[in-house]
């Protein structure tokens, strides 16, 4: 029988695999718009919102958690926090395996996120259990804390920036403008200096009010619209507010130094080229001391990710919600992997009328005796309820 049914499953597989897609390359593949009007399609309840929730991260979680850890190197970091932020804002195809995979998730921040939501449904079996619940409760509410103080730390910080760059932009005190000092000591590339310096201050505030209006927008659906925590967490996952005003942030403040390098040569060609040699050590101090915290916090964050894929097996999606609770195979899989079903070792259990066409399937023949011995054996075809019944015969 568990011959017959491993059999079985394979054929099921292998004829997936050739007329369509695999379920992660679909989901990675869908825009924003796809994941909100999927989501308002669905009538979810709080459990199954949950369960949902964790499900469609893990999928995503396994795509960045495949790939290989780099090995750390100081100018790779510092590549990478001086054009990560690009790449992800304009979906750049540039970059390693690593890169993309990060890109594809919607940034580092977004990827912490799911991983945090990926936690609630521990054994992966796509049902929230009760005490799977109860570690919910403790979970969700400082999760949901975080997003509103990030929401507020980055308002502020847009804030600030907008008040700088704005007098600028309207020209107040007075108009954006060469200095007498400054006219005609670049000859032909005044006007080139003078466009650029006032439109990386434009960038800069555009970004900045960008990041003010999501920051405060976000925080106000969190706190002030959506009526559950379960609400608030799908909102975070479905749109990544969070990554992406972490993005407009961080171009922000690119635009902001771009502006002022500018800017000092514009004020005066003489000490302008002292404030351009301060504005190049800060521009190399960013990317020299700040670019490692930024890229080893990542190959932290993807280490802990393969350390808790590793955990489950090899992979983060679990037992398959769709294919568990189709009814036509009911089996455990063992490290709960559901990407492994015909690899790992199963304790196949068939039951009924559907074993026999999943063994017909097979080319395999099951007697009558045999089938009433199945029925027998297993009246629970639902992967998540044998588990259950399993930890209650434990209790």
């Known amino acids: 029988m568990q011959a017959c049914g491993a059999a079985a499953l394979n054929f099921q597989q292998l004829a997936q695999s050739r007329g369509s897609e695999s379920p992660p390359q679909k989901l990675m593949k869908k825009s924003t718009t ?44 510092v590549a990478f926090a001086g054009l990560i932020d690009w790449i992800i804002l304009f979906r750049l195809p540039v970059g390693g395996k690593f890169i993309r995979s990060i890109v594809r998730c919607g940034g580092s921040e977004q990827i912490r996120f799911l991983f945090a939501l990926a936690q609630f449904d521990s054994d992966g079996n796509g049902r929230i259990s009760h005490d799977e619940w109860l570690e919910y409760e403790k979970l969700a509410d400082p999760l949901i804390g975080d997003a509103v103080i990030q929401c507020g730390n980055l308002a502020l910080v847009g804030a600030l920036l907008l008040g700088l760059t704005h007098q600028v932009t309207i020209g107040r ?29 434009c960038a800069a505030e555009c970004a900045a009010f960008f990041t003010l209006t999501i920051a405060v927008i976000t925080r106000h659906c969190l706190t002030s619209i959506m009526p559950t925590r379960e609400l608030k967490l799908d909102l975070l996952r479905t749109t990544n507010a969070l990554g992406i005003m972490s993005v407009s942030l961080l171009v922000t403040l690119w635009c902001f130094i771009f502006s002022g390098v500018l800017g000092v040569v514009v004020a005066s060609p003489t000490f302008g080229f002292l404030g351009l040699g301060l504005f190049a050590m800060l521009f190399v101090a960013c ?60 304790n196949s259990n068939l039951s009924g009328s559907e074993g026999e066409e999943a063994a017909e399937v097979a080319g395999c023949a099951v007697s009558p005796e045999a089938s009433t011995a199945s029925r027998r054996k297993v009246s629970i075809q639902d992967p998540g309820d044998v588990q259950q019944q399993l930890r209650d015969l434990e209790a």
């Open 34 to 77: 796809q994941h909100i009007r999927q989501r308002l399609a669905r009538q979810d309840t709080k459990h199954s919102l949950v369960a949902q929730c964790a499900d469609d991260s893990r999928v995503l979680l396994d795509d960045f958690a495949s790939q290989a850890t780099p090995t750390y190197n100081a100018w790779h970091a």
């Open 173 to 201: 005190p007075v108009p954006w403008q060469l200095s007498e000092a400054s006219a005609g000591f670049f000859g032909r590339y005044d006007d080139p200096l003078l466009y650029a310096s006032f439109g990386f201050n």
């Open 287 to 346: 990317l020299w001391l700040i670019g490692p915290i930024r890229y080893t916090s990542i190959l932290l964050l993807h280490t802990e990710v393969r350390r808790a894929m590793h955990a489950r097996g090899g992979t983060f999606r679990g037992s398959a919600r769709g294919r568990g609770a189709s009814g036509s195979i009911g089996m455990s899989v063992s490290g709960s992997n559901r990407g492994s079903h015909a690899s790992g070792s199963l």
